[in-house]
Structure formats: structure tokens, C-alpha cells
């Protein structure tokens, strides 16, 4: 089993920014790959960004150049950089890790929501 702490997300104005934080714990599993998945009300969950232990990342179209994904291996924490947030950023966030190739865990969710 995989344990997470995320934090970070609120209310924004437009263009402004957020910092989400997931910190992963297991006694048991190694984790590779970390990454981040938001879901809107009423839509399909997706990738937003993922990142390896060796530091490739992937980004949804969506959000490169404004998003940038992190992670501190030692801590097997996972952080995403959120700026110019635009209104069809709102969404609950969910951290995501692999342990292996297949086998991958989910945090609870943190709501972000971009709002005038």
C-alpha cells in the first residue's frame, strides 16, 4: 500500500498561481514514476503531467509552459507548479505513483478552483 499527503490547492484568481505539494510513502514498494491527474465536474479524469525518478516529464498539452511538475526523490515527493491558472484549470487534482510498470496508487484529490 501507498500513503499520500497532498495539499496546496484553493481558490485563485485568473492568471495567478498554486503550488500542490504530494508527499508518497510505502514501506514496501519502490516508486518510479509520479505524476498528476485532474477530474472536473462532470468529465473524464485526465494526465496532466508526470515526471520520472531520473526527471523526464510529460505534460498535457493543456498546461505546458504554465505548469511545471517536480519531484525530491529522497522524500518521494511530487510537486506542481501552477501558473497563469485559467478558469478550465478547476478541477480536483489526484497524485499518482507507479511502482512498477502497471501497479500505480492514488492520493485523495485536492480541489483547485480558478475563479473571478
Known amino acids: 500500500q501507498v500513503q499520500f499527503v497532498e495539499s496546496g490547492g484553493g481558490l485563485v484568481q485568473p492568471g495567478g498561481s498554486l503550488r500542490l505539494s504530494c508527499a508518497a510513502s510505502?514501506?514496501?514498494?519502490?516508486?518510479?514514476?509520479m505524476g498528476w491527474y485532474r477530474q472536473a465536474p462532470g468529465k473524464q479524469r485526465e494526465s496532466v503531467a508526470q515526471?520520472?525518478?531520473?526527471?523526464?516529464?510529460n505534460y498535457a498539452d493543456s498546461v505546458k509552459g504554465r505548469f511545471t511538475i517536480s519531484r525530491d526523490n529522497a522524500k518521494n515527493t511530487v510537486y506542481l507548479q501552477m501558473n497563469s491558472l485559467k478558469p478550465e484549470d478547476t478541477a480536483v487534482y489526484y497524485c499518482?505513483?507507479?511502482?512498477?510498470?502497471?501497479?500505480?496508487?492514488w492520493g485523495q484529490g485536492t480541489q483547485v478552483t480558478v475563479s473571478s
Open positions: 499518482n505513483a507507479y511502482v512498477d510498470s502497471v501497479r500505480q496508487f
Open positions: 510505502t514501506t514496501v514498494f519502490s516508486i518510479y514514476v
Open positions: 515526471i520520472t525518478g531520473g526527471g523526464i516529464t
